[in-house]
């Protein structure tokens, strides 16, 4: 069983950048793809990034191209996302997932069978 935990949420003013971290426990973190999807208030769950097991291969949604870089350290067990040029749309709950089987998809909920509890991050105009 692999445990996933987010951290880093919060307010911050648009413009502004926070980091989100994601540990992992459970198995060898290297072995797993990890991704970041978000919910905002009425609205469904969305693919925002991903990084392959090594890291070597990043994607993003067009909305967050520039502003926002997936990372991982894999030694720590941890993932990361970087959010910079906050705009109050990007306003969400933002959870971290994992996957260890292979997929050559990506940017769909159904993709990863390991999620996080989600940390909220508010921006405002």
């Known amino acids: 069983q692999v445990q996933l935990v987010e951290s880093g949420g919060g307010l911050v003013q648009a413009g502004g950048s926070l980091r989100l971290s994601c540990a992992t426990s459970?198995?060898?973190?290297?072995?797993?793809?990890m991704a970041w999807f978000r919910q905002a208030p009425g609205m469904e769950r969305e693919f925002v990034a991903a990084s392959t097991r090594s890291g070597g291969t990043t994607l993003y949604a067009d909305f967050v191209k520039g502003r926002f870089t997936i990372s991982r350290d894999n030694a720590g067990n941890t993932g990361y996302l970087q959010m910079n040029s906050l705009k109050p749309e990007d306003t969400a709950i933002y959870y971290c997932a994992s996957r260890a089987y292979y997929s050559s998809s990506y940017r769909a909920s159904r993709d990863y069978n390991y999620w996080g509890q989600g940390s909220q991050v508010t921006v405002s105009s």
């Open positions: 459970g198995r060898t973190f290297s072995r797993y793809t």
